[in-house]
């Protein structure tokens, strides 16, 4: 995978296009999050119209003051689904890695480089540590998140269920290993 940088925020590959969410984004944006067949994880799951309006504010506002955010993904000029990284509501000092893609572009090569693209700008801009919450058996979210590169920790993390794994990413850390 090469991905070439233009602007400071848009990513390029010969398969897939990642630009910062916009506002233009937003019918798109509320399909998608409207859809239970979306393959993926977004913290929010499934939402509503409303609920999609104050995720795009937040998604915004991450982008304005942290300079990192959730990328809309197109394939052919044509969007795909989201991937990227919005500051953690439950561990301080990390963001949390995201991605879903719409059901008729389900394809987990796509899902997985439009993931490891958006993990790797979130670390050339500075962010330190990446997290990921994986169902055990969501095997789809699984081989996104490890072929993007993030380990699974070994600890099981706190204040979740006994079939929740989290995936992580440290900054310059080598990959393929277990680190918590």
Known sequence: MEAVMGCRYHIQTGHLQLDPVSWTDLEDVVRLKASAGVTGRLAGGVCSRVLSEQDMMTDLMAWGREGVGMFA??????????????????????????????PHARDTALSRQATSMALAFAHQAGVGRVISYVRENDIVARQVFGGAGMSLCTDQPENCGPDILLYHSLRGAPTGRSMH
């Open 73 to 102: 993904v197109r394939q052919q000029d044509r969007f795909i689904g989201l991937a990227g990284v919005q500051p953690s509501t439950t561990t301080p000092d990390c963001h949390e890695l995201q991605f879903a893609i719409v």
